[in-house]
């Protein structure tokens, strides 16, 4: 039965799809009594994706960056419903989105998570997968979006992303293992250095954060527990431009190509992958006259870092509206996050195409802009309502006129860019921040790195967190990170 308020209007149903940065600073910042809540994602909890590529060496511990979605629903003013599902279709005909019970987010691009094909309980008990539709007034799509492989060959098959919690327990498993593997073989084995190159392909921010993080591991940590093989450990990172952190001031970008030689991080730019197979990453160098050549780089673990593509679930939306016809890297919206040739569906963060980079700065901003949206809409609805069934005090002029006012005047999003932070490795990063409208500041270095580390402690959503990535940080400091498999 559908809920009333005091008036006799309605409650409307607000689905919300996805546990990520959008979704949840849209459930954190807006009045859920105002609405029927209903949070449909694979994963309950929020991940902290800044410091992800901290977690596959140990310099911070997984469980210190997710928050469970109901943790954050608990302390909601309104009922919260969590359904651990993905939509696997959308019906914005009859307002209709299929759900279909799952345990893991898919990260990759072949739609399997990357640690584990057991994805639905059925899975695991054998009882018939759980399928279901749910009807909505309001949808939110925060389903952010996949690695991109731009199809090229092997890339699904044979890399790992760095995306979810899974990727990083890949990521740490395949990394001890071709460690352990080539620590049999003998010095000078082609096989063992093979095995003990680690290769990072895409040299934008999660490429370079990673590949700064594997090779602080190896000089901090593996050359004291391993140190006949971390000497002849590798990290290559392979960049398709002439130079990597593109969206970075110039001076920054040549700051980490010079920390990257001194770190010994192999950097290969104007380097396209072309193809990928079981041992070896096929490229294409571009060289200085503007020719090409074609390289090989042999490699024990290969890490795939290129950007964003459109999830299944946002391709099947775009695919039934004719007004997005023509998106190709993720949902058209308007600048109320309105989905284009809809009155009733939103989308907010990776999974949209604005002029806004795929950020969770962006998307973080887009929640809280539409949790003040909702509220306003409501205010709306209500008003129409009240109009509709007018009491005999209620002065319908002043009404109208009220609602035609609010009509007008209902805000527009507008982000404030606060800059662009990333970690680069041997305890270094790099800041473009904007101060106020007015300020540019641009820096690179261990203040830098302690900026860094204070800014993401801020950001995390709970004060727990917080804390546990700090004492991660101290544990690291005391005691380093171990070279176990878990
Ligand atoms: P996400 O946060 O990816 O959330 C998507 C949600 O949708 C997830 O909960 C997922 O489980 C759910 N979902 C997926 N499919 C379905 C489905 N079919 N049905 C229902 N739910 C579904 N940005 C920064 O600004 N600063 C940084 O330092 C930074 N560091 C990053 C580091 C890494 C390693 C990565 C990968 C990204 C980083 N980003 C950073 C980018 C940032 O994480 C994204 O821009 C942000 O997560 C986008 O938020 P979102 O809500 O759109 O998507
Ligand atoms: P990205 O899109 O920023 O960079 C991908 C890089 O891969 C590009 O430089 C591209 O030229 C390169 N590339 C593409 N195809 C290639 C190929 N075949 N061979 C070699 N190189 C190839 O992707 P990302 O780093 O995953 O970041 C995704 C989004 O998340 C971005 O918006 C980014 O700003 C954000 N992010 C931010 C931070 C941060 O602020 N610290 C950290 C991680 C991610």
Known sequence: QVPEFETGQKKKTLVILGSGWGSISLLKNLDTTLYNVVVVSPRNYFLFTPLLPSCPTGTVELRSIVEPVRSITRRSPGEVIYLEAEATSIDPVNNRVTI???????????????SSSKSTVADYTGIDEITTSLSYDYLVVGVGAQPSTFGIPGVAENSVFLKEVSDSVTIRKRLMDVIEAANILPKGDSER???????VCGGGPTGVEVAGELQDYIDQD???WMPEVADELKVTLVEALPNVLNMFNAKLVEYTKEVFAETNIILRTNTMVKKVSDKNV?????LKDGSTESVEIPYGLLIWATGNAPRDITRDLISKVDEQKNARRGLLVDERMLLDGTDNIFALGDCTFTKYAPTAQVAFQEGIFLAKHFAKLHELESLKYTLANPKPTDNTDRLTKKLTKLEQKLPVFQYNHQGSLAYIGSERAVADLVWGDWSNITSGGSFTY??????YIYMCLSVKNQILVCFDWVKVSLFGRDCSKE
């Open 282 to 286: 096929h490229a294409s160098h571009k």
């Open 222 to 224: 593996l050359k004291k």
């Open 193 to 199: 250095k093979r095995l003990l190159s680690i290769v």
């Open 100 to 114: 279909k019970q799952s345990t893991t987010v898919h990260s990759g691009h072949s739609g399997k998570d990357t």
């Open 450 to 455: 302690l900026f860094w580390r204070s800014a």
